[in-house]
Nanobody, 126 residues
Framework: QVQLVESGGGLVQAGGSLRLSCAAS????????MGWFRQAPGKERESVAA????????YYADSVKGRFTISRDSAKNTMFLQMNRLKPEDTAVYYC???????????????????WGQGTQVTVPS
């Protein structure tokens, strides 16, 4: 089992920045590929960014490319999502996810992940 706890959400004005954290505990952090998803009211959960178990592989949704950066710190068992130039359309609940993995792949579909955090709200008023 892996337990994931997100933090860092909040209300920020358009153009501002937030840094989300996802603290992992339980099984070996470095044996898990991870990702960030978000879900806005009335919309399906969508992949925002993903990172391979070793940190060398990355994926970004087109809507966040150039604005968001995903990273992980194995010493701290934590994954991050740096979000810059935030827009009202970034408003959503953000979830981190993890899956046991021994490859260098990244995963972008929700069904590919085994473990989920409880989510953290990000609000960017229009």
């Amino acid at each position: 089992q892996v337990q994931l706890v997100e933090s860092g959400g909040g209300l920020v004005q358009a153009g501002g920045s937030l840094r989300l954290s996802c603290a992992a505990s339980g099984r070996t952090f470095t044996n898990h590929a991870m990702g960030w998803f978000r879900q806005a009211p009335g919309k399906e959960r969508e992949s925002v960014a993903a990172i391979s178990r070793g940190g060398g592989g990355h994926y970004y949704a087109d809507s966040v490319k150039g604005r968001f950066t995903i990273s992980r710190d194995s010493a701290k068992n934590t994954m991050f999502l740096q979000m810059n130039r935030l827009k009202p359309e970034d408003t959503a609940v953000y979830y981190c996810a993890a899956r046991l993995d021994y490859s260098s792949s990244v995963y972008t579909s929700a069904y590919e992940y085994e473990y989920w955090g409880q989510g953290t709200q990000v609000t960017v008023p229009s």
